[in-house]
């Protein structure tokens, strides 16, 4: 996912150096960005908490040294960037987005691990936020981690293939 999210940055730096004029350069950077911007949602740790001012000089800093070194068009969408990064986060707490990544990823390891298991290792906060099915929510928060990683072309979207055993 990470080098996802720095092949969608990457592309967006790639572009601003080809000095497209705005009406070109717009339609392919903002799906670009907004797909680093989603998967960033998922690889943040919510227990790391990062000041507004911290986000702001990063985004300055980073605006300055692509400007400085003679990129155009990067200024422009240091707004954007500020409205991604700085404006209400939408959806589920966060805290579920990391215990699905690494559910997901133990998933894939071992398709023989069951969601109760899988719920019990990677999501023990669930007993705090009084979740009556920690195993279900888990499972529909890496539902919507896979609709991501689809979306993105990312490999690990597919359900693991299960033994065709009897059905209990």
């Not at 392919?28 to 911007?37: C, F, I, M, Q």
């Not at 990677?122 to 928060?141: C, H, K, M, V």
């Amino acid at each position: 996912m990470l080098s996802a999210l720095f092949a969608r940055v990457l592309e967006v730096i790639r572009l601003s150096a080809l000095n497209l004029p705005a009406e070109d350069f717009w339609p392919k950077a903002v799906p670009l960005l907004a797909e680093a911007n989603e998967l960033t949602a998922w690889l943040v740790d919510p227990k790391i908490e990062v000041s507004v001012s911290e986000i702001q000089a990063d985004i300055d800093s980073w605006v300055n040294a692509y400007v400085s070194a003679g990129l155009k068009g990067v200024a422009d969408y240091a707004e954007t960037l500020r409205k991604a990064w700085l404006g209400k986060r939408r959806g589920r707490p966060p805290e579920r987005r990391q215990a699905a990544v690494e559910a997901l990823e133990a998933l894939l390891a071992d398709p023989t691990l069951t969601w109760e298991g899988l719920a019990e290792k990677f999501y023990s906060s669930a007993r705090d936020e009084n979740i009556d099915s920690p195993a279900q929510a888990l499972r529909q928060e890496v539902i919507a981690l896979r609709k991501v990683l689809k979306k993105c072309g990312i490999p690990g979207w597919k359900p693991p293939e299960r033994h065709p055993g009897p059905r209990k």
